[in-house]
Every structure is written in C-alpha cells, then in structure tokens.
C-alpha cells in the first residue's frame, strides 16, 4: 500500500467520531512515574497520549511505595500483584509503568492475564523501552515515529478476544509497520537506546504476523532481536538479554506451530532460545521462569513426537514440574488446572512408555487434582471428562499387567463419566464411552 494511502487509512481511523469507534479504542493507564525529581513525567507522557484519539488515556496518581520497580528486587510479585489491582479498579487495557534510572525512563508495559497459560504469545512486564528523561519534561520531544513504536507496543500487548478486535489490530499493526517502515527521518535517540527499540519492533513485527509468518518475516524479526543482543554494551541489566532471548523462542515456536510437520528446526530453535532465556530469568522473576518452564515443556514434549527422544519427554514432565511451582492453586486457579491436566497427559505417555505402574498413578493423581477447579457439580462434562482419562489409564494399566483389578477400576470411572453423560443428553460423548466400556469387558467378562 503507498504510504500515502497508508496515511490517509490510520488518519480515518483516528478522526472517527468517538461514538462510532468507542469499542475500538484502547484503555490506557499511566501510572505515576517514580522519578527522583518529581519532574511528573508520568502525567506528562499521559497528556502526550490523549493527543491520540486511538487511546482513552487515564492517569493514575495515588500514594504507594515504588520499590518494586526497581527489577533487581526480589519483590516481583508485588509488581505484578500492583498492577492487576490498578488494572482492575481503573477497567484499564493496558497498564504503563514508569521508574527513572540514571536519567533515563524505563517504560513498561502490563495488561492482565500476562502471564496466564495456555498463553501461545506473551509478553514479559520486564521487557523495556528506555527513553530519555528530557524527553518527557518537553513535550515535543517525542518524534512521530518514537509515537508510532509506542502506539504499535500498546496495540501489540493487549491481546485481542473477538475476531474482530484479531482483525482490527492486525489492520492497525499494518499501517504501523508501514508508517516505521517507510520513515527515514534522523532518529531522535542515541545508540544505547536502540538495543530497546529493536526488541520492541520485533515485538511489533511478531504481533503482526503471528498467523501468516513468512520466511521473510522470520529473517525480518529474527534480525530485530538480534540486533537486539548484540548491542550488549548498552544493555543496563542481564535480565534484558532474557527478555530477548525469550522474544526469539516466541518467534520460532510461532513458526514452528505454522509449520509443525516440518518444521522441526524451528522447534529447535525454540528450545534453544528458551533454555538460554532462563539463565537470564531464572526464579527471581517467577512469573517469567514459570511461562519459561510452561513453554519448554509442550516444546519437549513435541520433540520427543518427532524424535522418539525418551530424555525429551522426561524433560517435558520436568519442566511442567517447575511450572507447577510457580502457578499455585491459590493463585492462578485455571492456569493450574490446565497443567495438572497436560502433567496427567504426559505422565501417561511416560509411564505407557516405561512400562512403569508408578508413572501412570502418578498420572491419574494428576487428574485427580484437576477435580479440585472442575468440581461434579459445577463442571459436570469436564469432570466425566477427566473420570474418563482416568478410566483409560486404568485400562492401560490393566492390558499392561493383565490384572482384571485395573479393568474393574477402569468399568468403574468410565460407568461415572457414562451416568453424567446420559443426564446431559450427550449423546455422541455417551456413544464414545459405550465403546470403551465394550472394551473393558472384553477383559473381565
């Protein structure tokens, strides 16, 4: 598209009345910017925001202690915990943080659920864009492309729900990219902000193409990131190189799961990328080691589909092991569930493989623990769904051992998942059950 059409595209979007484009608009909060000389940066950047009819832009200013966004803490939780009670009471998209250091500004930027999974692309509340602090004390220090970058960061992290809000971000995401593209106006920043700004067009990139990736995108974003880590010499904290790291693994898992039948390099890559992100975001930043952990084991898991590799799917049930550590019960309810679920999955591959007993009880554990969210009463299909699972495992263990006790037990849970079945009406859920019970008595009848 000629950038002058491109142009006249995004300037349409933005002149449209508000009451015709309200439920396209993003909510945008700026957070009171912890900076040491009270310069209100944060409400300054939040007026250079409203100027943009794109964003509903508020500003929020109560009193609470900063520390936590000081990243060499301990206290990550608190960031986190902060921002999801601000997102909540302010019905914000997008949450924008801000702390100064060495004269410089540290954006970053939160939406909820970040680090909820299954999650296929996420983005880190570490990864940064540091800017100039005179910046935001002369208000017309941001060039138009810093504001497009900017713009493209917020459309890119807030995650879309209904198709067409899929559709509207990747329209916007488009005359972005192609506005940046097309700008070859003197940058406004020195080199030790690039290795930031790189990350976050990568980011950009990779939101943009997350459903069509193309070889070219692959090279395209791929040279973003690393140019990225290879600017080491103005990155402030090693944690940066994890969030880099990281941005690369999400690009060839996104690419592997375009082309999974043949795209085992990818997956490599993937696995690569991930491995070399953790020695930067280890268990100091939980939130990030556990998304980590969480996405090396489906990555494992896939390898060892494609390899037969037994040490893979050892590792896939190891790595979920320590997502598990991180997403509690308490905490993360559904997350939890899901991979109580997928652990159930992978223990009983490994024990059907192994041929071990222990492996496959400890599977059905699994299962079981999963029964604490989808409870008989309030999840009944999931909850006969899981009774099934189990009753399979059960079924395994019984042809494995040729022990009539494993397939009573099976008899049993699949009669439970039949019964709530047949009081829904589920028929074809029904019929497939019926068929594995034929299966069982075919044992012990």
């Known amino acids: 598209m000629p950038l002058n059409n491109c142009l006249d595209n995004i300037r349409r979007f933005l002149t449209t009345p508000k009451s015709e484009a309200e439920d ?3 909510r945008v909060t700026v957070v009171a910017f912890e900076d040491k000389c009270n310069l209100n940066c944060g409400r300054r950047f939040a007026d250079i925001l409203k100027k943009n009819p794109l964003f509903e832009v508020n500003f929020f200013d109560e009193a609470f202690p900063k520390g936590f966004l000081n990243l060499q803490g301990r206290n990550f939780f608190d960031f986190i915990d902060r921002g999801n009670m601000i997102l909540n009471s302010t019905h914000s998209d997008i ?30 509340l570490l990864d940064s864009l540091f800017l100039p602090l005179n910046f935001f004390t002369s208000p017309d220090s941001f060039s138009s492309s810093l504001m497009l970058i900017i713009c493209g960061i917020i459309i890119a992290t807030v995650p879309p729900v209904t198709n067409d809000q899929k559709d509207h971000r990747s329209e916007l995401l488009g005359y972005v990219i192609e506005l940046l593209a097309s700008d070859t106006s003197p940058k406004d920043v020195s080199r030790e902000f690039m290795p930031y700004i790189m990350n976050m067009l990568g980011k950009i990139y990779l939101s943009n193409a997350q459903t069509k990736l193309t070889a070219n995108d692959i090279e395209i974003i791929d040279n973003l990131f690393q140019t990225a880590l290879n600017s080491n010499q103005h990155l402030h904290m090693p944690i940066y190189y994890g969030c880099f790291y990281h941005n690369l693994a999400q690009l060839y898992e996104t690419a592997y799961s375009l082309e999974s039948d043949n795209g085992v390099d990818y997956l490599k890559n993937a696995l690569h990328y991930y491995q070399e992100a953790r020695k930067f975001l280890g268990k100091n930043y939980p939130y990030d080691y556990g998304m980590i952990a969480y996405h090396l084991a489906v990555l494992y898991f896939n390898f060892w589909k494609h390899t037969n590799d037994l040490q893979a799917l050892r590792d896939a049930v190891a790595q979920l092991r320590e997502a598990e550590k991180v997403y509690s019960l308490t905490q993360f309810p559904q997350s939890w569930c899901h991979i109580e679920g997928l652990l159930g999955y992978y223990l009983t591959s490994l024990g059907m493989t192994t041929a071990s007993n222990d492996i496959m009880q400890l599977a059905i554990d699994s299962y079981r623990r999963q029964q604490k969210i989808y409870e008989q009463r309030v999840y009944p299909v999931e909850w006969a769904q899981i009774q099934e699972e189990i009753g399979n495992i059960y079924y395994l263990l019984g042809k494995q051992n040729e022990d009539d006790n494993f397939m009573i037990e099976a008899r049993n849970y699949f009669n439970s998942a039949l019964e709530i079945y047949q009081q829904l009406r589920a028929k074809d859920a029904a019929a497939e059950t019926r068929r594995r019970l034929a299966k069982v008595r075919n044992y012990i009848d």
């Open 95 to 124: 949450l924008i943080w801000g702390y100064e250091e060495s004269g410089k500004i540290r954006l970053n930027f939160q939406v909820a659920g970040q680090y909820i999974v299954p999650n296929h692309l996420t983005y880190s």
């Open 24 to 26: 396209k608009m993003y």
